[in-house]
Nanobody, 121 residues
Framework: QVQFVESGGGMVQPGGSLRLACAPS????????VGWYRQAPGNQRTYVAF???????FYGESVKGRFTIARDDVENMLYLQMESLKPEDTGVYYC???????????????WGPGTQVTVSS
């Protein structure tokens, strides 16, 4: 089973930017869909963005126009570029990969450690 390690989180002021990275434990270029998820304090983990083969992307309503998901199959990395950050973007961010249905629902049994993003003035 592929393991993921997320990085790039931190504390930023509202309006700031961060770029999150996700390193899989093995090559995932053959995996159809990849996604980023957020778990805010006291809330369930929800999807932020996901991408399927052909670079078709889907974004949560709250992040559309501000976040960009990317995958680099040569470097075997996933990224989430976050712009114009808001306090409500605060949470622990996770990545994962698998079939479309699992990625869309975040239906995974195994998750990485995540990376904390805090947006606060």
């Amino acid at each position: 089973q592929v393991q993921f390690v997320e990085s790039g989180g931190g504390m930023v002021q509202p309006g700031g930017s961060l770029r999150l990275a996700c390193a899989p434990s093995e090559n995932i270029s053959h995996i159809y869909a990849v996604g980023w998820y957020r778990q805010a304090p006291g809330n369930q983990r929800t999807y932020v963005a996901f991408m399927i083969r052909g670079n078709l992307t889907f974004y949560g309503e709250s992040v559309k126009g501000r976040f960009t998901i990317a995958r680099d199959d040569v470097e075997n990395m996933l990224y989430l570029q976050m712009e114009s950050l808001k306090p409500e973007d605060t949470g622990v961010y996770y990545c994962n990969a698998g079939p479309f249905g699992k990625v869309a629902r975040g239906a995974f049994d195994s998750w990485g450690p995540g990376t904390q993003v805090t947006v606060s003035s």
